[in-house]
């Protein structure tokens, strides 16, 4: 731990855009909660109170918002149950239909399991949202039970060169749009895979407005294929148009192989184009969207979108020359699904080494912007998600002596309201520190404030199956890492490395937490052994050094 910041912190001005601001968001809060189903329903309660001719009318007004209230949310269930991960999908944004199609709605969201076959009574209703989300549900169907239908394969062509290899990698999203997990992972392999002597270039979609054609960032060579539009609203529209938008641009490139990563829409369509190219195809794996999905919407591991998402999933990599996968836990997924063992490449998440230097030099305005004092630092670093188990730590927290620690988090998401109001719930306020978004410089210097670090997951699908990159920034930042028994994460914990609790155990987190706090001396052993493991074993150069093997064996 660094010396307390001498200074309190300076009392915020307010400006007059901040009460603007703020203002906006309320008034926005309140229209929300104003058109709420629970404020509707208070308000023909509330009405009711005030004459006799009001309270006439409860019954049939209540009727009447009950009915509203079951279509909508039969509406939302059944348009979250035709998604299959399109990037821009057209039934996401579409109104409810008029609610005297209510028993259309709830007849059509009973057909929206698995194994329900499709229906054709509605259509009639050509033109109309009910009918789009049935032709949806109908393509949907098909995927789920026959799977996509591929184009012929052309003879792979012959390298004339023996220079290195040109690579082209299809990418779901890249660090010139955003930055997150998925992204970092593509953006740390590139720069490896440069090193490997391997030519890689990433082809992006266009997002939004067109933008320049290329774009280098750290001498990595992002390209775009040219702006498409989709002719349709189906998956399999969406996949012909990629398909071909792809195909022009190995036209223009020339690439050797054609890698593309998770998930499926960007696998098949690669994959399509690779074939109709007569070049190799590597699908890379980084998890499976659906069950991701899953762990924050309840149920839709039962729909027909879900069931289609891993089909194509497991044709894609049915269909792929090579398939790598970032943990053998993903691995034993394909492997049931019949794919051969020695065509599966485990390619592990990796980190960069921590300038520590740097990372000293902002350490101090950083503790100082956050308003952290000498006491120790549990802390997280990323998305404010509820499958970070970060509602376990709080509660742990409550049972521990106040005075010993302070929370600090540093990120956004949609856990973060909930967090916060457990906070002051538990009566943590005091000695936590929400900071929000930060640049990825800052990210990484946050281990240097943190003493421990614990990313206890619950015991669930998405949980057991991928593997975060966040244990490895732990080790890599030397904070104390804790982790919950399951077998993405246990792992990285293994012989001293860290400390390993029962998913859900709260009183376990409390007693390790505790130990922790009081034993600065486990904790720094603990650092040191990551460390060095992560050094030895994890380095982005590593992941690399198997994608480019896996290159070579195809060339």
């Given amino acids: 731990m660094k010396p307390p910041h001498d200074d309190g912190p300076a009392t915020p001005k307010t400006s007059l855009a901040d009460l603007q601001r703020e203002n906006a968001s309320l008034s926005a809060e309140l229209t929300m909660l104003r058109t709420s189903l629970r404020m509707r329903a208070a308000d023909i309660f509330a009405d009711a109170m005030t004459s006799p001719h009001a309270a006439l009318a409860t019954p049939a007004r209540l009727l009447r918002f009950v009915g509203e209230a079951l279509a909508t949310r039969s509406w939302r269930r059944l348009i979250i149950s035709l998604e299959c991960g399109l990037p821009e999908d057209p039934l996401r944004d579409l109104p409810a239909p008029n609610f005297n199609q209510h028993s259309k709605v709830k007849a059509l969201c009973r057909a929206t399991g698995r194994n329900a076959p499709p229906s054709t009574k509605y259509s009639a209703h050509e033109g109309t949202p009910l009918a789009r989300a049935l032709m949806r549900y109908r393509q949907l169907y098909a995927l789920a039970q026959d799977g996509p239908t591929w184009p012929a394969r052309v003879a792979t062509k012959k390298r004339i060169h023996s220079a290195a290899p040109e690579i082209l990698m299809a990418l779901h999203a890249g660090e010139p749009d955003l930055v997150n997990g998925y992204t970092r992972r593509s953006h740390e392999i590139l720069r490896a895979l440069q090193a490997e002597r391997c030519n890689v270039i990433a082809i992006l979609r266009q997002h939004g407005e067109p933008v320049q054609s290329a774009k280098t960032l750290d001498d990595i060579r992002y390209d775009r294929l040219r702006p498409f539009k989709v002719q349709g609203d189906g998956i399999a529209d969406y996949t012909l148009t990629y398909q071909m938008a792809l ?305 070579e064996e195809l060339l």
């Fill in 247 to 551: 195909r022009e641009a190995i036209d223009r490139i020339k690439p050797d192989i054609i890698h593309a990563a998770s998930n499926h829409i960007t696998g098949f369509a690669a994959a399509c184009a690779a074939r109709e190219a007569g070049l190799p195809f590597i699908y890379e794996v980084r998890g499976l969207w659906e069950v991701t999905r899953a762990s924050v919407e309840p149920g839709f591991q039962h729909t027909v979108g879900y069931a289609a998402q891993r089909r194509m999933e497991i044709e894609v990599a049915k269909n792929a020359d090579r398939l790598l996968v970032n943990g053998s836990a993903l691995g034993e997924v394909f492997e049931q699904a019949g794919i051969p063992e020695n065509r599966i490449r485990i390619a592990h998440n990796g980190c960069a080494p921590i300038d520590f230097d740097k990372a000293a030099e902002i350490a101090p305005a950083l503790r100082a912007r956050w308003n952290l004092d000498e006491r120790p630092v549990i802390g997280f670093v990323g998305s404010l998600t509820p499958y970070e188990g970060l509602m376990d730590v709080l509660t742990a927290c409550q049972n521990l002596p106040t005075q010993s620690f302070q929370l600090l988090f540093v990120g956004d998401g949609p856990a973060r309201p909930t967090l916060e109001a457990a906070v002051a719930r538990l009566g943590l306020s005091a000695q936590s520190h929400f900071v929000g978004r930060v640049t990825p410089q800052e990210a990484r210097a946050a281990y240097g404030l943190i003493d421990i670090a614990p990313l206890v997951r619950p015991d669930t699908p998405v949980a057991r199956l991928t593997p975060p990159l966040k244990p490895l920034d732990v080790m890599a930042g030397r904070s104390a890492l804790v982790v919950s028994d399951l077998p993405p994460l246990r792992e990285f914990a293994a012989k001293e490395r860290g400390v390993v609790v029962k998913p859900g155990d709260v009183r376990a987190l409390t007693a390790v937490l505790e130990d922790l706090l009081n034993a600065p001396q486990k904790r720094a052993a603990l650092t040191a052994a990551a460390h060095h493991w992560v050094e030895t074993n994890r380095r982005w150069t590593d992941t690399a050094a198997v994608i480019a093997r896996t290159y």
